[in-house]
Protein backbone atom coordinates (compact mmCIF):
# COMPACT_ATOMS: atom_id res chain seq x y z
CA UNK A 1 0.00 0.00 0.00
CA UNK A 2 1.28 3.58 -0.96
CA UNK A 3 1.42 5.68 1.63
CA UNK A 4 2.76 9.24 2.14
CA UNK A 5 3.22 10.66 5.85
CA UNK A 6 0.47 13.83 5.66
CA UNK A 7 -1.42 12.67 2.35
CA UNK A 8 -5.04 13.13 2.61
CA UNK A 9 -7.37 10.28 2.34
CA UNK A 10 -10.34 11.23 0.34
CA UNK A 11 -13.90 9.57 -0.01
CA UNK A 12 -15.20 8.50 -3.35
CA UNK A 13 -17.49 11.62 -3.47
CA UNK A 14 -14.54 13.72 -2.24
CA UNK A 15 -11.85 12.14 -5.14
CA UNK A 16 -14.71 12.12 -7.83
CA UNK A 17 -15.16 16.39 -7.86
CA UNK A 18 -11.48 16.34 -7.87
CA UNK A 19 -11.37 14.34 -11.14
CA UNK A 20 -14.81 16.15 -12.65
CA UNK A 21 -16.43 12.32 -12.70
CA UNK A 22 -19.46 11.21 -10.98
CA UNK A 23 -18.80 8.96 -7.93
CA UNK A 24 -20.48 6.24 -9.80
CA UNK A 25 -17.40 6.30 -12.69
CA UNK A 26 -15.41 5.42 -9.94
CA UNK A 27 -17.55 2.61 -8.64
CA UNK A 28 -17.67 1.46 -11.19
CA UNK A 29 -14.54 1.23 -12.06
CA UNK A 30 -13.59 -0.74 -9.33
CA UNK A 31 -16.07 -3.09 -9.92
CA UNK A 32 -14.88 -3.94 -13.51
CA UNK A 33 -11.17 -2.57 -12.85
CA UNK A 34 -11.85 -0.45 -16.04
CA UNK A 35 -9.15 2.01 -14.84
CA UNK A 36 -6.74 0.19 -13.02
CA UNK A 37 -3.99 3.20 -12.56
CA UNK A 38 -6.11 4.70 -9.77
CA UNK A 39 -5.58 2.67 -6.88
CA UNK A 40 -7.79 2.69 -4.36
CA UNK A 41 -7.89 1.21 -0.62
CA UNK A 42 -10.26 -0.61 1.44
CA UNK A 43 -10.04 0.01 5.39
CA UNK A 44 -12.85 -1.05 7.77
CA UNK A 45 -15.55 -1.25 5.01
CA UNK A 46 -14.70 2.35 4.01
CA UNK A 47 -12.99 3.19 0.47
CA UNK A 48 -10.72 5.95 0.07
CA UNK A 49 -8.11 7.68 -2.46
CA UNK A 50 -4.81 9.02 -1.47
CA UNK A 51 -4.83 12.61 -2.53
CA UNK A 52 -1.14 12.18 -4.28
CA UNK A 53 -2.59 9.36 -6.50
CA UNK A 54 -5.64 11.42 -7.39
CA UNK A 55 -3.85 14.21 -8.58
CA UNK A 56 -1.32 12.25 -9.82
CA UNK A 57 -3.86 10.23 -11.72
CA UNK A 58 -5.66 13.73 -13.54
CA UNK A 59 -2.05 15.01 -14.42
CA UNK A 60 -1.53 11.67 -16.67
CA UNK A 61 -5.05 11.49 -17.95
CA UNK A 62 -5.27 15.32 -19.07
CA UNK A 63 -4.13 15.65 -22.34
CA UNK A 64 -3.04 19.28 -23.65
CA UNK A 65 -4.34 19.97 -27.41
CA UNK A 66 -1.10 22.28 -28.15
CA UNK A 67 -1.01 23.54 -31.87
CA UNK A 68 2.70 24.80 -33.35
CA UNK A 69 2.02 28.32 -34.68
CA UNK A 70 3.71 29.68 -37.08
CA UNK A 71 3.83 33.38 -37.91
Same mark, same amino acid.
Given at each position: ?? /????? &???STRQAA /??????????KKWRCT? =? !?? =????? &???? &???????????? &? =? !?????? !??????
Amino acid at each position: MH /TVEND &KELSTRQAA /TLLSLSPMTLKKWRCTS =E !QP =ELPWY &KRFG &KVFYLESEVLSF &K =E !QSTMSS !QKDVFI
